[in-house]
């Protein structure tokens, strides 16, 4: 016998004779021992890879010349192949390998070939595409199971084996006795070089020693799978045979080396917290004596494999702190599984033991290519497949815990995606593995272990649990290889047929699907910006795509026929009863938490995209399958919340949690996420607002965008919830909400092209596009299998439809642009949808672009010259499940809400901008376009108008609701409303319906009564609603529900409230007609078309309605009334002649127009130069006191400061916009542009002259103790110690640190001028560096910076006749006049008592001067929220900015220092605005700092008695601040007396 150190001769010749002897008959089994002894000896793991690189080669040689029989290696190599009966590629490759895929050769969508096959087979015309693998792969030419037949290449064409001639006994038979103990030898080596981690801490660098060790040998197996199907044939033998692996691997017998090996094999399953399975033979029995599996979430035993005892209850621990432990266990299934399967621990072949090494070690890429190398063999195929289900929740331990979760997810999938695209084998394992069962269980075992307390809704009580977005598998994607396994399989229809008929499996399901529901909360910073910008958002949406929708849509795919109904009523129903165990667990009833918001619902989601597939394919009827309506109105909340909760982050309302809720926003509607959030919560929306009472629905969607307070029909409101500056946004964003909830059919009727369409032209509109972005772009389902694929047949046919190409183009400097698809001039002309656009912008300027696009279209075309509003598209028709959707259209609420913010912009309110106009014209037409039945006869209609005079509208149709004059509306408004000054309406202000007085009064109290407040009655209706529900009539009576009460309130003192009667006497006809004339600037400008042709009532399409601005919206509207309804075309007419006089109209000839048109242009151009000359005089004489001005600074600042001379000569301001010069009036006031900031400098001035050095070290304070803000401070504080605080807060200044210093550039325009400026720049799309919401913006004239307007004091005010002329008075009566003069000055000055534009501004200014400092720096006060704080602060800014003038003059305020050249004075305007706020404050006689300096011998006695403090001496008193106090309390402005 040869030894093992043998030449290559003597082995060869030792080879062929054991083959010879082998072959024989006579000493085969001396042969066959001699053989099993030489193979322990060569291949033992002492003489082996432990034994170093040379015993290895020397192994490996002796198996070669045995496998061979002592041929040559190269010639047995050759003569094995000719033997291959393989007809599939199996060609393996790794990461980065080029490869193809071809969607119209592929049945799964994971079908891949190498590029050999791909250019050998006829892929010409198809659509495919080249790609570099990421996990790795394998060829699929030749599978029959993952793609067509006609997409094999000509190698793999050959169905039959038949040409194959069968293989020599004699060829293969060294190889079946030679590499079962190859296979068991390397088995042992991977069993050796395993230790069992001491710490848990992975011994990488020990792993990777042995599988360098063992590299030749795997690489060796992976020579033999090259050799062809027979080898592979061999090969799978010895690895699936079970007594070969029980013979050597048992551990039985006297081989000590085999039973040490069998017992690391044991410990290594203890460590992996698997046990074997003897351990558990009993509660084996007791389960199969059952009968039924008890495979539940609990314990993963049985066909979880592997979940076993250990790490079972170290997660369960884990989580007990959150009551995971606690949650209710959910039985997967009922039916009875295999008990082989049950015992997935018990290796009985190679093949399992391999594989669970090979997960050991972290599935090593050269096993990982053996393994698959293998698969062209379909019996090792299905055992495989067995085996690797058997493992699968082995791999998710090791997974989670494995250090490289990226390169081992990746080698799962390359694994994983072979074995499950192939939907034949997919099902058996299914059948006989439970493949469902155990993916199901091992995610939501994966995803348990790092579950948190949900804090949305109730915090505190909650007892819902969410994923936790921070934890390492959801941010790394560890859970990607399971999920995208299941993602396989569940396309597979015989597969996902199982699992939607499975009830205790989507039980199961839902529950994992609820662990994402209300993930990653947010929650609105109110004080300070968030320290720490999360990035937890990327991790959220990627595992609600990945983990909930994508299997979603697998599902759904499956569901496109009436047979499939049951499968759909299983997943509505279970997703229901989710829903609810959601609800309960969150202590939800009908309120959402404020200031929270989730872009999370996936249960949501399930719901609205199973109801959709439900109506759309399967012909249910959806109120089959809709739960009640306590429940729909449960379901509308959340996303309802999410939409406005859009709408704040875009009105820079969480601002303070930083750019991660932008990026959330934005990812909500991005294209890849849009078609599994927005739409399907839309569309939920929809649903529940066709099934809820149409009024309950609108009032909460207001409520929800906290605007409800600003829809009230007088000029103030008080919003609660809401700050002023964000009212405007948030009502469009409920507008705009509105239409699109209206007006989108992605759900509700368009076919799978149709919304292609929409898509493809919604994108196109925004910009021009290459095909590979617009591929990207538009919206697609995330399972290949559904609906429609971009690069499909369908969307090349669309896209030349819709749109012209662009040819590449080179430019000048040598590089080329790329070509691009524009829209065709018919898409711009009759299917730009504009509410499609604003559905998919991810970015707001993109909405911009495409109307400016659409402009440059009309220009162009010459359809329109002017400035375009976006058109009205004509909707699809509603699927009739649908139909209660446009009850939202006619109900009296949204008519409430359309005509009050009608009357609002006619009357122009505040915070209405053309937008929130362009929106309600909107969803009127679209309630004209959706009239749900004929009129009423005219008499029924003409006698309902005296019916109802307690519910605003007559009826619900919109079409009648239009023509109804509502009179009287009684409003509840601040006290200082011009409202509350009106008297009650006189019995005779009849609009000629009532007959008498007493008939009168009585009807005009019942309206009043009933009209109180535009919501009230929304509230008093919803509140109904609720009490219907809920079948609680025992509160009918009481007041409505107030509102949650709000952590944040708007800034700013809350006016006490007052009832006021408003005197309307307008339709929505009448207001729309208005509105046309002040949209055209001109009186009487509409005329009804159908006077001079009558034909446009009959084919009302006219093609000049088209297009156009706010006017011919009006017109279209108006004529849509007339057509519909013959009283409204009476009624307009009405309007009409009321406002025009009612001449008959006459036909003027040519000739005579031009003559008329020459004489107005005559008369135009006068009025022109009349105005040019004016202004040019008002200029010079501007321009000549600018100049005198200059020459005598002295004059000028003192004038500014304390005086102003006699005459009343009225300034004169130049608007720097509009180019006007005129005086600042009280209706039109001017303002000064200037800059509000917080200073700080005054308060770092020191008494010492010594120079400080910079700070180096902590010990060094930046702010020493013996600065100006220090010592006022410590002043302060010192005199509150001893004396009466509010007497404190009047003897001191504060403002050296945070104090406010208003600058100007000394440029003037008129209010209304700057707010028209604001409102361009809000619009412009140009990237700025301010932030226009903030009211920034710069200096239309010299660009300088500002932010703020402060209104200049009209020069012919009524305080002056306040000033008596100059007399010889002795000083007693002096005194006196000044102390009358305080007190008749203490509220607001005459002037502007009464609400004018001026003391709007004034106190806007106001406003702002006070959010330009932090609250600490304006609160000294001992009782927060006190009066006397405002009044400190307020002569404190003039104290401010008096000083900091001083600093900026070198000293002296009467002559112009250095720095004066650059820099113009507003202190004469401040002073005004101060004076006037600080009269707001009434000092009492006995605390009047003036009573106090003329009357110093006042009784002390009465004081003592009375108070625990005294008042602070006027000895101790800041002599600056008594003396501002004094200037700001007397008429303004000062001025100096003669004597």
């Given amino acids: 016998m040869a030894g093992a150190g043998a030449s290559g001769r003597d082995k060869r010749a030792t080879a062929a004779r054991l083959k010879t002897a082998l072959g024989g008959e006579s000493g085969a089994a001396a042969a066959a021992s001699e053989l099993r002894a030489l193979l322990e000896r060569v291949l033992s793991p002492v003489a082996g890879p432990g034994g170093g690189g040379e015993a290895a080669a020397e192994a490996l040689e002796w198996c070669r010349c045995l496998l061979s029989g002592g041929e040559p290696w190269d010639s047995f190599v050759q003569a094995v192949r000719a033997y291959d009966p393989a007809t599939l590629c199996g060609l393996v490759w790794t990461a980065n390998f080029v490869a193809y895929r071809c969607r119209t050769c592929g049945i799964s969508p994971c079908m891949s070939l190498c590029a050999e096959c791909f250019h050998q087979g006829e892929h010409a015309g198809h659509d495919y595409n080249m790609f570099r693998s990421q996990a790795g792969g394998a060829c699929d030419c030749g599978d029959s199971n993952v793609m067509r037949e006609a997409g094999f290449c000509k190698r793999h064409r050959i169905k039959s084996n038949s040409n194959v001639p069968c293989v020599p006994k004699d060829l293969l038979m060294m190889s079946e006795l030679v590499l079962p103990q190859f296979i068991f030898s390397l088995i042992q080596h991977l069993r050796e070089g395993y230790n069992e981690p001491a710490l848990d801490l992975p011994s990488e660098k020990d792993l990777h020693k042995i599988l360098q060790v063992l590299e030749p040998h795997v690489s060796f197996l992976e020579d033999l799978t090259k050799m062809g199907g027979a080898m592979r044939s061999v090969l799978t033998q010895v690895l699936t045979s079970q007594q070969f692996y029980k013979d050597l691997s048992s551990g039985v017998g006297e081989n000590a080396c085999a039973k040490k090996s069998h017992e690391k094999y044991l410990i290594a399953l203890k460590g992996s917290g698997l046990a074997f399975p003897e351990d558990k033979l009993a509660c084996g029995m007791q389960e199969q004596g059952a009968g039924t599996s008890t495979l539940a979430v609990q314990g993963l035993a049985g066909a979880t494999a592997a979940s076993g005892q250990g790490d079972s209850s170290d997660e369960e621990d884990q989580d007990g702190s959150q009551g995971v432990g606690k949650r209710k266990r959910v039985k997967l299934s009922s039916t009875t599984k295999d008990q082989s399967i049950m015992d997935v621990l018990k290796h009985k072949c190679f093949l399992e033991e391999l594989l669970f090494w090979t997960i050991k070690y972290e599935f090593p890429q050269k096993m990982v290519t053996f393994l698959l190398n293998m698969l062209p063999d379909q019996d090792y195929k299905i055992a495989f497949t067995k085996t690797f289900v058997q493992h699968y929740a082995f791999i998710m331990k090791t997974l989670k815990k494995s250090h490289e979760s990226d390169t081992m997810s990746n080698r799962i999938v390359h694994i994983s995606v072979q074995l499950f695209s192939n939907e034949e084998l997919a099902r058996q394992v299914t059948e006989e593995c439970q493949l469902l069962d155990i993916m199901v269980t091992v995610l939501l075992y994966m995803m348990e272990s790092c579950l948190i307390k949900s804090e949305l809704q109730d915090e505190e009580n909650s007892l819902h649990v969410v994923v936790n977005c921070g934890e390492a598998l959801l941010k790394n994607n560890t859970y990607w290889p399971l999920v995208s396994d299941f993602i396989n399989i569940l396309s597979h229809q015989s597969v996902a047929k199982k699992f939607l008929e499975d009830h205790g499996l989507l039980v199961t399901w839902m529950n994992f699907v609820s662990f994402f529901q209300g993930m990653n909360l947010n929650k609105r910073e109110l004080n300070e910006h968030v320290e720490f910008e999360s990035q937890t958002y990327y991790a959220a949406f990627a595992a609600e795509l990945e983990a909930c929708a994508q299997p979603m849509w697998g599902l759904l795919s499956h569901c496109k026929v009436r047979e499939t109904q049951e499968y759909t009523r299983n997943v509505v129903r279970y997703c229901l009863e989710a829903l609810q165990d959601w609800f309960d667990a969150i202590n939800f009833v009908d309120e959402p938490a404020p200031n929270q918001v989730t872009f999370h619902l996936p249960l949501h989601r399930y719901f609205a995209m199973f109801l959709s597939k439900a109506v759309k394919c399967q012909e249910l009827d959806l109120d089959t399958i809709l739960p009640d309506q306590e429940m729909l109105m449960k379901l509308m909340i959340h996303p309802l919340q999410i939409q406005a909760s859009l709408s704040e982050i875009h009105s820079n309302m969480w601002v303070r949690n930083g750019l991660q809720i932008k990026g959330q926003a934005m990812t909500y509607v991005q294209s890849h996420f849009c078609n599994s959030m927005i739409d399907p919560d839309i569309y939920l929306l929809q649903v529940c607002a066709s099934r809820l009472d149409p009024d309950y629905f609108i009032s909460s969607v207001f409520e929800r965008f906290k605007v409800v307070d ?148 009309l220009k162009q075309s010459g359809k329109f010259p002017g400035n375009p509003w976006p058109p009205y598209k004509k909707r699809t028709p509603l699927h009739p499940s649908y139909k209660g959707l446009i009850k939202l259209l006619h109900c009296k609420t949204l008519h409430i809400v359309l005509f009050t913010l009608l009357y609002k912009i006619l009357m122009d309110h505040q915070n209405l901008s053309e937008h929130v106009l362009c929106m309600v014209l909107y969803l009127i037409e679209l309630g004209l376009e959706n009239s749900p039945e004929q009129e009423l006869d005219e008499e029924e209609a003409a006698g309902g108008q005296e019916r109802c005079h307690d519910s605003w509208f007559p009826g619900s149709n919109l079409v009648s609701n239009m023509r109804h004059f509502i009179n009287y509306v009684r409003v509840r408004v601040p006290e200082t409303a011009p409202e509350v000054k009106r008297e009650p309406p006189a019995s005779t202000s009849s609009d000629g319906l009532a007959s008498s007085q007493s008939s009168r009064r009585k009807s005009l109290q019942r309206e009043n009564s009933g009209t109180a407040q535009v919501f009230s009655l929304v509230a008093e209706r919803r509140k109904k609603f609720q009490e219907i529900i809920n079948r609680n009539t025992s509160e009918a009576n009481q007041v409505v529900r107030p509102k949650t009460s709000m952590k944040w309130s708007a800034p700013g003192a809350t006016p006490q409230l007052t009832t006021a009667i408003l005197e309307v006497k307008e339709s929505i006809l009448s207001l729309l007609i208005k509105l046309h004339h002040k949209l055209s600037g001109k009186q009487n400008s509409y005329y009804p078309p159908w006077l001079d042709d009558v034909n446009v009532l009959i084919h009302p399409e006219i093609p000049r309605y088209s297009h156009g601005d706010g006017m011919t919206a009006v017109e279209r509207i108006l004529l849509k009334a007339a057509v519909q309804s013959r009283l409204n075309k009476r009624i307009i007419e009405e309007i009409c002649r009321k406002v025009t006089p009612p001449v008959p109209p006459k036909k003027i000839s040519s000739s005579e127009k031009k003559t008329l048109d020459k004489e107005e242009r005559r008369q135009k151009a006068r009025e022109r130069q009349q105005k040019l000359l004016a202004e040019f005089a008002s200029r010079q004489k501007s321009f000549m006191e600018t100049a005198m001005d200059v020459e005598s600074p002295d004059a000028d600042i003192a004038m500014e400061v304390a005086t102003s001379e006699q005459h009343v000569s009225e300034a004169i301001y130049d608007c720097v916009i509009c180019g006007q010069s005129g005086p600042s009036t009280e209706d039109r006031p001017t303002g000064l542009v200037v800059l509000l900031q917080a200073s700080s400098v005054l308060g770092q001035c020191r008494n010492s002259t010594e120079l400080k050095k910079l700070p180096t070290t902590e010990e060094e304070q930046i702010y020493p103790w013996d600065t100006c803000a220090a010592l006022h401070d410590v002043r302060l504080t010192t005199l509150q110690r001893y004396f009466k605080d509010s007497s404190c807060l009047q003897a001191v200044s504060i403002g050296w640190e945070g104090g406010v210093y208003v600058q100007t550039c000394g440029h003037t325009l008129h209010i209304d001028c700057h707010k028209s400026y604001m409102e361009s720049l809000r619009n412009d799309q140009v990237l700025q560096g301010f932030s226009v919401d903030k009211g920034e913006f710069t200096c239309p004239l010299c660009r300088q910076f500002a932010n703020s307007v402060l209104p200049c004091y009209p020069g012919n005010n009524v305080e002056r006749s306040l000033w008596q002329s100059p007399s010889n008075k002795c000083m007693q009566d002096l005194v006196q006049e000044v102390e009358d003069l305080q007190e008749q000055l203490g509220t607001f000055p005459v002037s502007i008592s009464s609400e004018t534009n001026l003391s709007k501004e004034m106190e806007s200014v106001m406003k702002d001067i006070k959010s330009t400092t932090q609250k600490k720096y304006t609160d000294y006060s001992k009782t927060p929220g006190s009066p006397d704080n405002d009044f400190l602060f307020m002569y404190s800014v003039a104290r401010t900015n008096l000083e900091l003038e001083l600093v900026h003059r070198g000293g002296n305020l009467c002559s112009g220092g250095a720095s004066t050249a650059g820099k113009r004075s507003c202190l004469n305007q401040l002073f005004h605005v101060l004076a006037m706020h600080m009269r707001l404050y009434s000092i009492d006689s006995a605390y009047n700092p003036w009573r106090k300096l003329t009357q110093p011998t006042l009784d002390k006695n009465s004081e003592l008695l009375s108070e625990e403090l005294p008042e602070v001496p006027v000895l101790y008193r800041d002599v600056s601040s008594l003396l501002l106090i004094q200037i700001l309390t007397m008429p303004q402005p000062l001025h100096k007396g003669r004597r």
């Fill in 710 to 857: 600003l829809l009230t029909m007088a000029s103030q409101h008080q919003n609660t919830v809401l700050d002023s500056e964000h009212e405007r946004s948030m009502l469009e964003g409920a507008l705009t909400f509105l239409v699109l909830l209206l007006s989108l059919r992605l759900h509700l009727g368009m076919t799978d092209d149709e919304i292609l369409r929409a898509e493809m032209v919604a994108q196109l509109c925004m910009n021009d596009r290459t095909h590979s972005s617009l591929l990207d772009l538009i919206p697609e389902n995330p399972n290949p299998k559904s609906g429609i694929i971009p690069g499909s047949l369908s969307f090349e046919s669309v896209l030349s439809a819709v749109a012209d190409f662009k040819a590449p183009v080179f430019e000048p400097g040598g590089s080329m642009q790329q070509g691009m698809y524009t829209p065709k001039a018919e898409v711009w002309d009759k299917e730009f949808d504009p509410v499609m656009v604003i559905l998919r912008t991810v970015y707001r300027r993109d909405v911009q672009s495409a109307m400016d696009r659409y402009t440059a279209f």
